[in-house]
Structures are given as C-alpha cells and as structure tokens.
C-alpha cells in the first residue's frame, strides 16, 4: 500500500483552481519532495491530504484511509508541520513536546524516553528545560520536527521546513532531516521551493505549478529528462574548418563559439572524451573543457518555462 495515492484531486478557491486534478503516489518509506514555486497549490495539497480541506472533486486515500471519509484516522496516524510551528513560546522543550505527548495519550514513562530519543539526536537534550521563546529560530523549527515525530506517526508532512530560516540553519535542519527519517523509517512528505533542498532529501520528487503535477521521479530522472549535456572547450587553434568537422561528429548536435569559448550541445555527455580527443587530434591546445552540470535547479525552470508556453 502507497502512504498516499490521491486520484484526479481537485480544489478550487472561486475560480482558481488552487489543485487541479492531481493523481500521485507515494510510496512508503520515502522522503518525497512536492516542489513548486510560491502559490503552485503544495500547502493546499497538504491539507487536503489531512482531510483539514474538502476536495471538489477527486479522492485521496493516506495511509489507506480516505481523507474525506476517515480524517481522524489519517490525523491520527500523521504528523504535520504546517506553516506555523505550534509550539508555546513560554514552554520549555520537554514541555512542549510533553504536551504534545499527552495530547495523543502517551504514557508519561513512554513521554519521557521518546523526549530524549528526539532531542538527543538533535543536540537539544540538555537545554531541554530551557522556555523556547528565546531560542533561534533553527533550534524551534528542530524542536517543531520532534514534536511532529513524538505519537510515532507513519507519515510526516513537512511544509516548507527550512522557510525563514539562515542558509546555515537550513543546512543543520536538513542534515538533521536527513538523520531522523533515517531513524524512524518514516515517510516524509515534504514541500519546498528550493531545489537544492529537495535534490539533498528527497528520493522522489514531484514538481507542481498552478495545482498541476508536472513532473514526478527521483531527482536523478528529473535531471536525465530535462538535461542539456554540454560542454564548454576554451583553447587555441580553432578555424572554421575544425567546426565543421565537429558538427559531421554524430555525437554533436551543435556548435558555437561564444566569449571565447566554443560551445557544444552533445548527445551523450557520458561519451564527451571522444569529442575532446577529435580536437586534440585535430591540433586544438585546450586550456580547459567544462561540462555543464545540469542541475534540479535548470529542470525546474525549464518545465515551469515549458507549462507557460504551452498556456500561450
Ligand atoms: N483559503 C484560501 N482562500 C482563497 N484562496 C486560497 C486559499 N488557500 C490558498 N489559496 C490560493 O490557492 C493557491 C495555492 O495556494 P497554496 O496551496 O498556499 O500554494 P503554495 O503552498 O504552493 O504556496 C494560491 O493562489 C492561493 O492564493
Ligand atoms: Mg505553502
């Protein structure tokens, strides 16, 4: 069974529809990336997935309960950090997540351990009993994380994670990200608008805009499917002669020359090195060949650029 499967799902606010016929899977024990930019529909999807919002049309089942029909269940069964942490500023650590805990009627001797089987790894155990308002902003939104670990949920939604926070504490956040979904086997459902994040976390990722799903596989995939293997050749030697016989390789799709450099559009990035052995047998004195690294970062743009042509 998927932790979430949703069918055709549909929501719309007045005439916009915020998500539009969205069929997705997740499969169990993933650390799933639902990437779009501001506005593209993830939070609305979130709280469709815990039954917080009726779908128009569509269904969803999370962890194999229909989020319409069985909304306790799945709340039961989930954690979810949504766009504000809920914490209590006043609290300490331990109580906030103690509270959480009573919440979801843990016993008091279970509280105690999942607390430092939490914080531990967190590095917050011993500043556990200190009240949370002053503490950084990186250090609430890890506290956040534990506590929509604390009742053992099969499934995490993670809104935005590392929204607000400084690129140091972003990077600590996700490290630590990283190490919990490691240590509870959890599914995580995590949104986010920076790919950077998502190709650090995520093993599947699906990429929205205007509600509609647009691409979905591992970042790798995303990659491969959008990737433009390219490379970049600065040296002496080059005559109008070498080009053409650059473009007669089956290899080269095109070539051109721009600051100085020549510019060549390959068809397999993996077999450049022939490409690069033709110019150096053809007398070219190379000083450096660059391959493009095609990043999520390029993917995302292109596939946003393409649905916006495509609207045209
Ligand atoms: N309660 C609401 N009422 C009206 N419009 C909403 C509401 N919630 C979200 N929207 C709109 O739906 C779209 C998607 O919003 P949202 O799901 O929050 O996007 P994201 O989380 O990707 O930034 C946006 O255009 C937003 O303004
Ligand atoms: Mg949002």
Not at 253 to 260: A, F, H, K, M, T
Request: hydrophobic content about 40%.
């Amino acid at each position: 069974m998927n932790a979430i499967q949703t069918n055709q799902l549909t929501r719309s606010f007045g005439n916009l529809k915020a998500v539009d016929r969205l069929t997705l899977s997740v499969p169990r024990g993933t650390v799933f990336g639902f990437l779009g930019p501001n506005g593209s529909g993830k939070t609305t999807t979130i709280r469709l997935l815990l039954g917080l919002l009726d779908p128009d049309d569509g269904q969803a089942q999370v962890l194999g309960y229909d989020t319409r029909e069985q909304a306790d269940e799945v709340r039961a069964r989930c954690g979810a950090l949504l766009e504000h942490h809920g914490l209590y500023e006043r609290l300490s650590a331990a109580e906030n997540l103690d509270y959480y805990g009573r919440i979801w009627h843990m016993s008091k001797v279970e509280r105690g351990s999942r607390i430092r089987e939490l914080l531990e790894p967190l590095g917050l155990y011993e500043r556990r009993e200190e009240p949370i308002g002053r503490w950084s902003r990186g250090m609430k939104q890890k506290l956040a994380v534990a506590r929509t670990l604390m009742h053992h949920p099969e499934l995490v939604f993670l809104d935005e994670p590392t929204a607000g926070l400084d690129p140091v504490a972003s990077a600590v956040l996700r490290e630590d990200l990283a190490m919990l979904a490691e240590q509870e086997g959890v599914t995580i459902f995590l949104t986010t608008h920076n790919l950077a994040e998502a190709d650090k976390l995520c093993n599947q990722v699906a990429v929205i805009n205007h509600g509609q799903l647009l691409a979905l596989g591992s970042p790798a995939d995303l990659r491969s499917r959008t990737s433009a293997p390219r490379l970049y050749v600065s040296g002496q030697g080059f005559t109008s002669q070498m080009i053409e016989g650059l473009r007669a390789n089956a290899l080269v799709n095109s070539v051109r020359q721009s600051n100085g450099q020549v510019v060549i559009d390959l068809t397999d990035l993996s077999r450049s090195h022939e490409v690069v052995t033709q110019l150096v047998a053809a007398g070219i004195q190379i000083d450096e060949v660059r391959k493009e690294k095609v990043d999520l970062e390029d993917v995302f743009l292109r596939l946003v650029e393409e649905e916006r042509r495509g609207e045209e």
